[in-house]
């Protein structure tokens, strides 16, 4: 696990699983246009959650590329889930502006609703196609361009289900923040 303070915000990068986030207060669904049950993390979080989510999540459905909303987290450890829809890589573009609009809309809605901590999985990099390289980019420069005007978050963290996107999250935040 990475753990850095910037300007105030815990900034952390783990590896494993973003339902098993139980001291976070909100995570982030990389979610469909119908914010319905799919592969990978909404899959994973529906799962989580039980049939309730898909439920609340109806009246909020169609979202467009880089919106977001949020939802309560049910069955999940967690108080509330932010579902962002992502860009299809290749088709949505430019995908690096509605890949950034995810984050800083889903911090928006933390600072809204006075959400200290969130959980964010790699955003579009899997069904969607987005090269994980690129778009962990985006994230943290996006995240850390925001992190000045942030109030109420205090911690943002990165859950990346394999090795590999760790570590690659792990080197990307040492370059954009030299020590």
Request: glycine content about 8%; aromatic content about 8%.
């Amino acid at each position: 696990m990475v753990s850095i303070n910037y300007k105030g915000v815990i900034i952390e990068i783990v590896q494993g699983d973003i339902t098993k986030q139980p001291d976070i207060e909100a995570i982030v669904n990389a979610a469909n246009a119908y914010l319905r049950r799919g592969g990978g993390v909404a899959g994973a979080i529906h799962r989580a959650a039980g049939p309730e989510l898909e439920k609340e999540c109806e009246k909020y459905a169609p979202i467009k590329p880089g919106e977001a909303v949020i939802t309560k987290g049910y069955k999940l450890p967690n108080k509330y889930v932010i579902h962002c829809l992502g860009p299809v890589y290749g088709k949505d573009r430019p995908e690096d502006k509605f890949l950034s609009l995810c984050y800083k809309n889903a911090l928006k809605i933390c600072e809204e609703k006075e959400i200290s901590s969130i959980a964010f999985p790699a955003i579009s990099t899997g069904f969607f196609g987005y090269p994980i390289e690129e778009a962990t980019e985006v994230a943290l420069k996006t995240c850390l361009e925001i992190i000045p005007q942030l109030k109420k978050v205090k911690r943002i963290r990165f859950v990346l289900f394999d090795k590999e996107a760790y570590n690659i999250y792990q080197n990307k935040l040492k370059e954009l923040l030299p020590t």
